[in-house]
């Protein structure tokens, strides 16, 4: 099947209130264009460099997410245009973050992510490290970023009972979290989880974004 087909094939499993973010990652500029053209308008990239290029050739009304592994360092070339950071995974960076937009007068939209998986290999909060940081309070003094919600990945496991546990736990430190530091606004609303084999069982938990990568696009080249 044709990437346009796959994609139609994924949006209508989606219910309205969820957002397709499609994985474009180790995939050429024709893939996406592809998308594009079937009306797809966000995509996730995990390397800086990568979709900053991407970026640079493609329509400027694609919005950009930033859902890989971030340092520091890299976060200035994206600062300008990228639309949404989903793995702020630590209060130095959002506070790097936050720098690197004001320099380019921007309010960039970041989620936290939360390590909910029984592996060791994923970053991310623990629940309480992330209560933590909110609580501290000093988070509101930084104008240039907006915490929009949480993001997070289940582990990767033919368990669907542990993913379902581990997207359930996400859902309730949503809840809770929104409803102790962010009930006087509407801006917390993003709840971002669920991949290409498990974004039904995300989407059940009442996800509000789905990062889907190899069923829209095949599998990766990561020798490319
Ligand atoms: C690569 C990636 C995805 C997409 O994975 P697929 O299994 O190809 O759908 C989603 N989220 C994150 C954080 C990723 O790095």
């Known amino acids: 099947m044709s990437v346009a087909e796959n994609l139609r094939e994924v949006l209508t499993e989606l219910p309205p209130r969820v957002r ?6 180790f995939h050429p500029n024709e893939a996406i264009e592809e998308a594009y053209n079937a009306g797809q308008r966000i995509f996730g990239e995990s390397k800086v460099q990568e979709m900053t290029a991407k970026h640079e050739s493609l329509p400027k009304d694609i919005e950009w997410h930033f859902i890989g ?67 501290a309070g ?3 003094e930084l104008k240039n970023v907006q915490i929009c919600g949480l993001m997070g990945m289940a582990s990767n496991t ?13 859902n309730s430190l949503f809840k809770e979290l929104k409803a102790t530091y962010f009930s006087h606004s509407d801006t917390f609303c993003e709840l971002s989880m669920g991949m290409s084999h498990d974004y039904p069982q995300a989407i059940a938990e009442e996800s509000t974004l789905v990062r889907i990568g190899s069923k829209i696009f095949g599998e990766r080249d990561y020798n490319i």
């Not at 790097?96 to 937009?101: I, P, S």
């Not at 004001?102 to 994923?122: N, P, Y």
């Not at 033919?158 to 996400?170: A, G, M, P």
């Open 20 to 25: 397709l973010v499609a994985v474009s990652k």
């Open 69 to 135: 592994h971030l340092q520091t360092n890299k976060i200035k070339y994206m600062a300008p245009y990228v639309a949404m950071i989903h793995g702020i995974d630590s209060y130095k960076l959002l506070v790097e973050v936050n720098k690197q937009a004001a320099k380019v007068e921007r309010t960039i939209k970041c989620l936290l992510q939360l390590h909910i998986a029984q592996e060791e290999t994923k970053f991310g909060f623990s629940a309480e490290e992330c209560r933590e940081m909110l609580s």
């Open 138 to 140: 000093t988070w509101k």
């Open 158 to 170: 033919d368990d669907v009972e542990q993913i379902d546990r581990e997207f359930c736990s996400l």
